[in-house]
């Protein structure tokens, strides 16, 4: 049964952060090319991606705190290992789900606070390099 629980959560978990990655394929690929403006922009645009599987599916498998359905509290005595029934599987998925969103919310955040960082700068330069006036040429 702990097998069953482990595999479905990291389904769900890879279900999850897969759709994310899709969600927020157009917004990151329009973000980089306008910040990076070269093709290796969709190189960072892969590894954000990547980014959002690992983190979604770390963040939604709880690996801790599966571990209370195959081993007993050691810290109280006499205590039993959990039993996995049906409203325990959908509380785990739920927590898998909420997890993983979670997960990818927080490294959303931190790209796009640093994009914006970053788009500032590409706009301040851009603003510097059309008033400074060119030098003619003779």
């Known amino acids: 049964m702990f097998l069953s629980l482990l595999f479905v959560t990291l389904l769900i978990a890879a279900l999850v952060s ?3 990655a899709l969600a927020f394929n157009r917004p990151v ?3 980089l090319a306008r910040i990076i403006a070269d093709p290796i922009s969709d190189a960072w645009r892969r590894y954000l991606h ?3 599987l690992v ?5 939604g498998v709880r690996i801790h705190e599966l571990e209370r359905y195959i081993t007993a509290n050691q810290w109280v005595k ?15 998925v739920y ?4 997890g993983s969103l979670q997960g990818i919310a927080w490294l959303m955040l931190v790209f796009f ?3 914006l960082i970053a788009y500032v700068i590409v706009r301040i330069a851009e603003l510097r ?3 400074t006036p060119s030098a003619p040429h003779p």
């Open 113 to 115: 606070v640093i994009a």
């Open 95 to 98: 927590r898998t789900i909420i």
């Open 50 to 52: 990547f980014a959002i």
């Open 29 to 31: 690929t329009q973000i």
């Open 18 to 20: 897969g759709a994310a």
């Open 78 to 92: 006499d205590s039993a290992v959990l039993q996995l029934t049906r409203d325990r599987w959908v509380l785990e």
């Open 129 to 131: 390099r059309e008033r």
């Open 55 to 59: 983190v979604g599916i770390s963040a």
